[in-house]
């Protein structure tokens, strides 16, 4: 009874976790629609969770910022107000991933000294404690990027690697808590299904990449059109560009690559599904599979009205365009953790058969 209750509150702390950061990518989204980002120019990991506290200190701060290109070139008429506006949202990203630290950190020790974490978690927390401080150390990596006279933003590239190295943690949080809660009772034996969702997870990691590049490139006002892109099934900057401008710089034909992607990708998972539903002696499985089929569909859609969307009507302080883009995120972001928990059901041999 004592192990089962210290197991439940291990995996809640974990879940815990996994929802926090969620929040952290869902914010840095925010940091950049606002175009918050740059708005920090220091990284302090210890006194950085305070926020200029007077006058002077707000002035030094919107001063390092009017040192940047990002300023010079299309911020130049921002007032002192409206710096402080862009400053929340970067300040309130970092605060959230050291109010993380924090949640993890305190529960690791008490869980520590109350002998509720067993001798083999501990090497694989420390693990996700590194990882964690890593993707802090990314991130100042990626905002360094465009800290400078000529980049009006930070490297997509740069961005990519920051959002998909936070998709790795959260996984990596997520599969440790799965290992710790879930029954082997809920486990399933299918070796076909389980190399086809592997496959899957690996074009969506290629996917969100994409995405990624998207949303950094700004790419997807480039062809807000549909179902072609600026009136060509196939962009002609697939025979004008070398390979790695293709892939990695080309606007439309990286378009291009991510709307493919998304049409393999739909396809694969409703084919996917109709083999999973074969599978049905395990509950959580029955239950996740059908949300992943949801999830895709009201992905792919996401994408589309996105598209047609950019550069949009505008709500609020953002387009529509842009909160159709973040929703589009999260909802991506949630397929691939849901297709992760499919495999992790799918990659254990069911100890009861």
Excluded: C
């Amino acid at each position: 009874m004592q192990e089962e209750k210290s197991r439940i509150l291990v995996s809640n702390w974990l879940f815990l976790g996994v929802v926090m950061l969620i929040v952290q990518v869902i914010l840095g989204g925010v940091t950049r629609l606002t175009g918050s980002g740059l708005s920090i120019t220091e990284w302090d990991p210890i006194m950085g969770f305070l926020p200029p506290l007077n006058k002077s200190q707000w002035q030094h701060a919107f001063q390092q910022y009017q040192q940047i290109a990002q300023f010079k070139y299309m911020n130049f008429d921002f007032t002192l107000s409206d710096f402080k506006h862009i400053f929340f949202w970067e300040w309130f990203h970092r605060l959230w991933a050291r109010s993380i630290g924090i949640v993890f950190l305190i529960p690791f020790i008490y869980f520590i000294i109350k002998k509720r974490i067993k001798p083999w978690m501990i090497q694989p927390l420390i693990g996700l404690f590194i990882l964690g401080g890593f993707q802090g150390l990314i991130g100042w990596i990626m905002v360094k990027s465009g800290l400078n006279d000529e980049n009006l933003y930070v490297s997509h590239i740069k961005l990519a690697v920051h959002f998909v190295a936070a998709m790795v943690l959260i996984a990596y949080t997520l599969l440790f808590a799965l290992v710790i809660r879930v029954p082997q009772t809920q486990k399933v034996t299918n070796s076909s299904l389980k190399k086809f969702t592997v496959l899957i997870i690996v074009l969506l990691f290629i996917q969100i990449t994409y995405g990624a590049f998207m949303a950094g490139l700004k790419a997807a006002s480039a062809a807000p059109t549909w179902p072609t892109i600026n009136g060509m099934w196939l962009p002609v900057a697939f025979w004008k560009e070398s390979m790695t401008q293709n892939l990695f710089f080309n606007k439309i034909t990286i378009h291009f690559i991510h709307r493919t992607l998304a049409y393999v990708i739909l396809t694969m998972l409703i084919t996917w599904y109709s083999k999973a539903m074969q599978v049905t002696q395990s509950d959580w499985f029955n239950a996740t599979k059908k949300l992943s089929i949801v999830l895709v569909i009201v992905q792919v859609l996401l994408g589309i009205a996105a598209i047609l969307a950019s550069p949009g009507i505008v709500l609020g302080k953002f387009s529509l365009f842009e909160w159709l883009a973040e929703v589009h995120q999260i909802i991506g972001m949630l397929l691939l953790l849901l297709m992760i928990t499919n495999a992790y059901l799918l990659l254990f041999k069911n100890l009861n058969t």
